[in-house]
């Protein structure tokens, strides 16, 4: 089974988001159960000098983009094993960010036929090309439009990834000619048509062979129309070619055992666990506890996340319960100004890390008793995976992948390892993490819930059987 995954960013090379961490683990869980996986991504500016140095020109071709043929130059590297090839095109990618700019319809438009384009040139001829939200969502509308006619692209099936709902890349009717060269056709309300705009990510949906998302729950979710962001009809209609697979992570690199970033490594061993409190606590000057829960939450300060909740109740939590909370992330400057004002107003109990710094995620991961994602949704999550793989136990709202892989903590059988709310509200989030503390200071039950996530199977391999199991079914 050959397998070309095409998105728009992925580690160790660029890395906006939770994307990039799908796209640097899972290739290698296929590999390692038999499938040859290649990567195509943009080359960026912003990739890292040290990468692009043991990059190899191997071929240029001309890429049509609507009327106009743009530039396209290749470029290989292998890591850890995986063959990447890198889209070249200064005029688009020689920027500093990865999107956000004016004219990303066409940077994406561009980047999908280059995909197709480039194929005959790499000498790899896949069987599926596995694409990964909006950005690469029209591959399989290319490939049906422009390439079927040619026998190299006969038998070539494709898979479609939904990493967030969200975000579905909607730009102006003109796109579909200027850029994509389709016809009228191709805009319809069984197209790409979307509110007299052009939708990508309908493209994908509709075009691809299969489609998943990243957890079973949110398969269901976005079928509704609180979740579905105006396509639940397309995706209720899809039935059995929609699939919701959740993700794993890279336990290779999240590994508390062997993690250079974090002051002291551990495999279950909760005293050595707690020497990463202590000293997180003296780092980011807060008194020096052993015995206070720490709260963490590492996360984008978006609304999606669930700050307003936090926001609402947080000050009774300082106020009246023993509890230390650190928060790490940037975003919206609403909620960095709320959360820097309440580190001001309870030095000794909070700290707000409001910058991007992946090694303080690893540090507040392995030194946090508590880890908190009250999400208004979460498509799956990786952060509450790898709080377990820590050994902090989640606190997380029964929501997307938080559902699937956090499951609350049952006294009576000693089942579960966490703790979860169900309605998006802040008093309920407090009930339970005042539920968890309470388990915190009670050490034998507390060391069962940690046992149990020090036990889970948190890596790719399950997941990747799954994918395996869709690339067969849709090859056949």
């Not at 438009?109 to 001829?125: I, K, M, S, T, Y």
């Not at 000293?279 to 996360?299: A, D, F, K, R």
């Not at 995620?361 to 908190?372: C, E, G, P, T, V």
Request: glycine share 8%; hydrophobic share 35%.
């Amino acid at each position: 089974m050959k397998v070309l995954f095409a998105a728009a960013e992925s580690t160790p090379f660029i890395k906006t988001g939770g994307l990039a961490d799908v796209i640097g683990a899972l290739p290698q869980a296929l590999q390692r159960g038999g499938a040859e996986v290649q990567v195509i991504l943009p080359k960026y500016r912003g990739i890292p000098d040290k990468y692009k140095q043991e990059m190899q020109h191997i071929a240029e071709v001309q890429v049509p983009v609507g009327w106009r043929s743009q530039y396209c130059g290749i470029e290989k590297l292998v890591h850890d094993q995986i063959t990447y090839y890198f889209i070249d095109n200064e005029f688009y990618f020689g920027r500093d960010g990865v999107y956000g700019y004016g004219d990303d319809g066409e940077r994406f438009a561009f980047f999908n036929r280059a995909v197709l384009e480039v194929l005959p040139v790499l000498g790899f001829q896949p069987d599926v090309i596995h694409c990964h939200d909006w950005h690469t969502a029209l591959i399989p509308v290319l490939l049906q439009a422009h390439y079927r006619h040619n026998p190299f692209y006969y038998d070539i099936r494709t898979v479609f990834t939904i990493h967030n709902l969200l975000y579905q890349g909607i730009f102006p009717y003109e796109v579909l000619h200027e850029l994509l060269g389709l016809h009228n056709g191709y805009f319809t309300s069984e197209g790409l048509e979307y509110y007299g705009n052009v939708n990508y990510m309908k493209g994908g949906l509709i075009y691809s062979d299969h489609v998943t998302t990243v957890s079973p729950t949110y398969s269901q979710e976005i079928k509704t129309s609180h979740y579905g962001y105006g396509l639940e009809g397309l995706l209720q209609s899809l039935g059995g070619r929609l699939s919701g697979i959740v993700n794993g992570i890279d336990t290779k690199s999240y590994n508390p055992a062997t993690d250079p970033t974090i002051y002291t490594k551990y495999r279950s061993n909760l005293v050595k666990k707690r020497e990463n409190k202590l000293q997180l606590q003296q780092e980011i000057n807060l008194p020096v506890s052993p015995t206070v829960p720490l709260i963490g939450m590492v996360t984008r300060l978006v609304d999606s996340k669930g700050l307003d909740l936090v926001m609402r109740v947080l000050d009774e939590l300082l106020y009246f319960d023993d509890v230390q909370f650190v928060i790490l992330g940037t975003g919206d400057r609403v909620y960095e100004d709320w959360f820097r004002e309440a580190a001001n107003r309870f030095p000794s109990k909070m700290s707000a890390q409001l910058s991007f710094n992946e090694a303080m995620s690893r540090k507040i991961y392995a030194a946090s008793d508590l880890f908190l994602m009250p999400s208004k949704f979460e498509p799956c999550g990786i952060s509450q995976l790898l709080a377990l793989r820590y050994g902090s136990i989640p606190i997380v709202r029964e929501t997307g992948g938080l559902n699937d892989t956090v499951h609350a903590y049952n006294e009576f059988t000693g089942e579960g390892n966490g703790f979860t709310f169900t309605d998006y509200n802040a008093h309920d989030m407090m009930h339970t993490i005042r539920r968890a503390t309470s388990f915190y200071n009670q050490p034998e039950r507390w060391n069962q819930i940690v046992k149990t996530a020090f036990n889970g199977d948190y890596s790719w391999n399950v997941s990747a059987k799954e994918y395996m199991e869709i690339y067969n079914q849709i090859s056949e």
